[in-house]
């Protein structure tokens, strides 16, 4: 089967820093790769040059059949296909959760307003939030505003999900509620690529673990890759941590 995300040999540096040092994946539909690995490895730019928040020096990035290394890709078309949910929500605090979600149906599908309503309403019960469609971002919980923001990136019905340490920023009774979310959409077959520090919860949802370490793909594994670590490197991010 032909991946829906393929990564090969992606180079990318940020001035003497060479950041990702030839890095390759490929993840076939519906199946979720989690990437793991210590502060400053590479995975949040492995993950933003999937969706073109980067360019790379060299390589090749296929996602959804768009060239993203090549200069003249349609990022507009690239974005319709690929949702991105970040560490912070970045919600309109003076938009109700409702507007936060149908704006961009809105204004980059050209919806009307009854059906961007519509699927608004089907993301929000997505996400168990229906009941705080006319809330203001004030008045949710961290959780409840991350789940907003996920149903947002659903709402324009992206082919693949990209999720950069969504709970990172939250308390770890709200991180539960965010984590069952993404393993719902896991469940419902949606491509995913993760960004976690959340070990346990990695080992459990993603088909394939994907260790980074300074700007390679170290090991990939399934979950059980975690209880029985083949490199040093690995083993002592586990037992270490951070
Ligand atoms: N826009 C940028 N400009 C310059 N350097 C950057 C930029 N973005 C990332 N870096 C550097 O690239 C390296 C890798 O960063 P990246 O955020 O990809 O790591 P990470 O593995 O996701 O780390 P963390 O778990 O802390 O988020 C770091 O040294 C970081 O300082």
Redesign the pocket.
Same mark, same amino acid.
């Given at each position: 089967m032909n991946p829906i995300v393929e990564l090969q040999d992606v180079h990318k540096r940020?001035?003497s820093?060479a &950041?990702l040092q030839g890095v390759s994946f490929a993840i076939p539909k519906g199946q979720v790769v989690a990437i793991i690995?210590?502060?400053?490895?590479?995975?949040?730019?492995?993950l933003r040059c999937i969706d073109r928040l980067e360019t790379i020096d060299s390589g090749r990035i296929t996602v959804c059949g768009h060239a993203v290394h090549d200069p003249a890709l349609d990022i507009r078309a690239l974005r319709k296909d690929v949702g991105i949910v970040f560490q912070s929500y970045n919600l309109f605090p003076h938009l109700t959760v409702e507007q936060n979600i149908t704006l961009a149906p809105k204004a980059v599908k050209g919806l009307g307003a009854a059906a961007a309503r519509a699927i608004a309403e089907r993301t929000l019960r997505q996400v168990g939030l229906l009941e705080k469609a006319q809330a203001y971002p004030e008045q949710l919980s961290g959780g409840q505003q991350q789940r907003v923001a996920i149903a947002r990136s659903l709402a324009m019905e992206p082919q693949v999900m990209l999720f950069d340490?969504v709970t990172s920023a939250l308390d770890p009774q709200l991180t539960g509620e965010v984590l069952r979310v993404i393993e719902q959409l896991a469940e419902g077959g949606m491509t995913m690529v993760l &960004?976690t520090?959340e070990m346990e919860f990695a080992a459990r949802v993603a088909d394939t673990v994907i260790y980074?370490h300074a700007g390679r793909v170290w090991e990939t594994g399934s979950g059980a890759m975690l209880k029985d670590p083949q490199t040093p490197e690995l083993r002592a991010f586990l037992s270490h941590g951070?």
């Open positions: 940020f001035g820093n &950041v690995g210590q502060s400053g490895s590479g995975k949040s730019t492995a340490e &960004v520090h980074m951070l």
